[in-house]
């Protein structure tokens, strides 16, 4: 069973820094890509960066030329460097995992989440 673990979140003051590790266990037989989400209360999750495999990374407009998204292939594991940090930025950050797997001669893709790791922006 693939699991995600964030970590890296807490309390920082506006224009700080704050990077964010996800980190996976299991067997994964193929990464289709990774990706870091965010919600606040009362809103939907929304997408901050995607690491596509063999792709670009994209990123949200509110993350473009702050936000950082680097993948590790061979740990399988996903950084959020953050900076210029917002109280805006505020919120529960999430990490996203889509796998192609292989099973009986067919093929599906199967989706996992991390918990998230909470992230406070002081003004």
């Known amino acids: 069973q693939v699991q995600l673990v964030e970590s890296g979140g807490g309390l920082v003051q506006s224009g700080e820094i704050l990077t964010l590790v996800c980190r996976t266990s299991?067997?994964?037989?193929?990464?289709?890509?990774m990706a870091w989400y965010r919600q606040t209360p009362g809103r939907q999750r929304e997408l901050v960066a995607r690491?596509?495999?063999?792709?670009?990374?994209e990123y949200a407009d509110f993350a473009k030329g702050r936000f950082f998204a680097i993948r590790d292939t061979h740990r399988n594991t996903l950084t959020l460097e953050m900076s210029s940090l917002e109280p805006d930025d505020t919120a529960l950050y999430y990490c996203?995992?889509?796998?192609?797997?292989?099973?009986?001669?067919?093929?599906?893709?199967?989706?996992?989440w991390g918990k998230g790791t909470q992230v406070t922006v002081a003004s």
């Open positions: 996203f995992l889509q796998e192609r797997r292989w099973e009986n001669f067919d093929t599906r893709v199967v989706e996992y």
């Open positions: 299991g067997s994964i037989q193929k990464v289709e890509n």
């Open positions: 690491v596509v495999n063999g792709g670009p990374t």
